[in-house]
């Protein structure tokens, strides 16, 4: 008899447990992600570990890690670990800026008294730079101009 603490799921009963199509399964098993041990009519069965691997997989993902950085985040082979992960964390710190000017852009527009915000002067001075194409918008929104 299994233990309480053992896990025996197939794809369908993983899938549900954690609100994802079968095919996403597949799909990560495809790619080298899962490797799912195969009962004795070769159907998938998920143990407590391959679980923990997809949670971890969904967690990776909300964070913004693609399939194949996750891959090599699961590797215990890898020797390219850190350099995938010290990059995501670059990546991480680039989107978090964009995500501040985007707060900044937003409250702005709250207090801003043009009723369209593209004719706001000061709105506008903002933007010019993405307009000439001078940047990239990099430099956007690094103080309030309310």
Known sequence: MKSSAEVDLSVGELAARFGLATH???????????????????????????VYRVAVILRSKAAGMSLDQI???????????????EQHV??????MQEMQRSREMTEH???????DIATCPRFRDHVEDLVT?????????????W
């Open 90 to 95: 670059a990546d991480l710190d680039r989107r």
């Open 24 to 50: 996403v399964l597949r799909h990560w098993e495809d790619v080298g992600l899962l490797d799912p041990a195969r009962d004795g009519g070769g159907r998938r069965r998920y143990a407590r570990d391959d």
């Open 133 to 145: 194409g001078a940047t990239d918008g990099g430099a956007l929104w690094s103080t309030p101009h």
């Open 71 to 85: 891959l090599v985040l699961l590797d215990a082979e890898s020797g390219d670990r850190h350099r995938v992960l």
């Open 109 to 115: 527009a709250l207090r801003c008294r043009a009723h």
